[in-house]
């Protein structure tokens, strides 16, 4: 076995408190304050791992700022990220992630750091080293704040860093199975109708927002998705609304998906509200008999 510690490159937090902004500090923020949200991006530079190994265990480490008591009803999340973040990142344009692959933890504790398993994480890193993109942390649940160490800390003891325990693949080359690919699914979903209304004031019925999703799902599978419709308010204020659904492909052939979902947006839309965007999330999770 083989130990690698690799300490985050990059941190940034968002925040609706500055929808067009973000906080980079020697800290990053995590969770719900006065009617605010914080949410902290981490990126690690795994390109100094060697090649073609397996990943035994990855464990993250955040060295706590504030908080220093037990409550482990308080529930913190951490997801792999779709996409990269920069210092140009926002709350307004917030990085998609894989909802599916989360890792929870709970950080209101006395000690002054917080471990969190992240072994399947990482090892998705290891084998497609582009879906990298980061880390995302929150905590949407519960009326706390969690303030760790950022990369930007001048104290380097109190960098997140991530622990990978390693050992040397003697495989070639060993395809994936279906069960683990969260990325692979081949699924897009888009805006096909909107009712907005044009005048005020704002309708007591919902808005209804229709979208398509199309693709294939592979045969003998099943298939877990959940799309989301992101609003922009007129104020600056996001919005996300969901809709989640299951295909079964029983079927020697893949299964094309061409299916429209209405989904409701409440308060409705207004004057001076807009569609963001619309994003998918799936995974499989079993194998269908026929």
Known sequence: MNTFVIPASKSLTLTDKIPNGNIQDYKIIVGCDNGFEYHSLLYFNI??????????????????????HNDKSIEFIIYPMYDHFSIYTTYSRIPAA???????FY???SKSTVTIDITHIVSSWIKNV???????????????IANFGS?????????????????????????????H???????SVQIVNSCNPIIAPVSPNPSLTEVIAIGTIEQHSIFVVII???ITRIGGTLDKYYVSDEYINSTDEPLNINKTYSIPVVPALNTGDSITSTNIYGAYRGSASI
Do not use: Q
């Open 47 to 68: 390109s100094s791992l060697p090649n073609n190994i397996i990943v035994t265990k990855a464990e993250l480490t955040l060295f706590k700022c504030d908080g220093f």
């Open 98 to 104: 894989d909802k599916f692959s989360g890792a929870r």
């Open 107 to 109: 950080p209101i504790i």
């Open 130 to 144: 582009s879906s990298n993109k980061g880390m995302i942390i929150s905590n949407m649940w519960n009326n706390s």
């Open 151 to 179: 990369a930007l800390a001048k104290k380097k003891h109190i960098v997140p860093f991530i622990t990978i325990t390693y050992e040397n693949n003697s495989n070639k080359y060993t395809k994936n199975n279906k069960l």
């Open 181 to 187: 690919c969260n990325h692979d699914f081949h699924l």
């Open 228 to 230: 989301e419709l992101v």
